[in-house]
């Protein structure tokens, strides 16, 4: 699988930005699909998934605000991030595996470059 993220930036807070991830290898409309951060100096984490099943998940710190989205023509998973705080930032890692679970599991890869995120006030 190779997995290629874009659309990070450096943004104020308040801002908006929209990831993008081609995923090769791997059909997003049939895998769970998720989108994880790394901040700095923390471990990654799920902020946002579609499960095998469809039901969407959310951490808590996101919701309202993230939008996640796929579109199985293109096999791109989308991020939409609105209202942007200092603590979204950080790298952020797509992926597609068999359950959202599994995806954050430290043996679970492999993963790309992901895309560096950077809110400042």
């Known amino acids: 699988v190779q997995l290629q993220a874009s659309g990070g930036g450096y943004v104020q807070t308040g801002g908006s930005l929209r990831l993008s991830c081609v995923v090769s290898?791997?059909?997003?409309?049939?895998?769970?699909v998720g989108w994880f951060r790394q901040a700095p100096g923390k471990q990654r984490e799920l902020v946002a998934g579609?499960?095998?099943?469809?039901?969407?998940y959310y951490v808590d710190s996101v919701k309202g605000r993230f939008t996640i989205s796929r579109d199985g023509a293109k096999n791109t998973v989308y991020l939409q991030m609105n209202d942007l705080k200092s603590e979204d930032t950080g790298v952020y890692f797509c992926?597609?595996?068999?359950?959202?679970?599994?995806?954050?599991?430290?043996?679970?890869?492999?993963w790309g470059q992901g895309t560096q995120v950077t809110v400042s006030s």
């Open positions: 992926n597609a595996g068999s359950t959202l679970a599994r995806m954050t599991k430290w043996d679970f890869g492999p």
């Open positions: 290898g791997r059909a997003v409309e049939n895998h769970a």
């Open positions: 579609f499960s095998v099943g469809r039901n969407l």
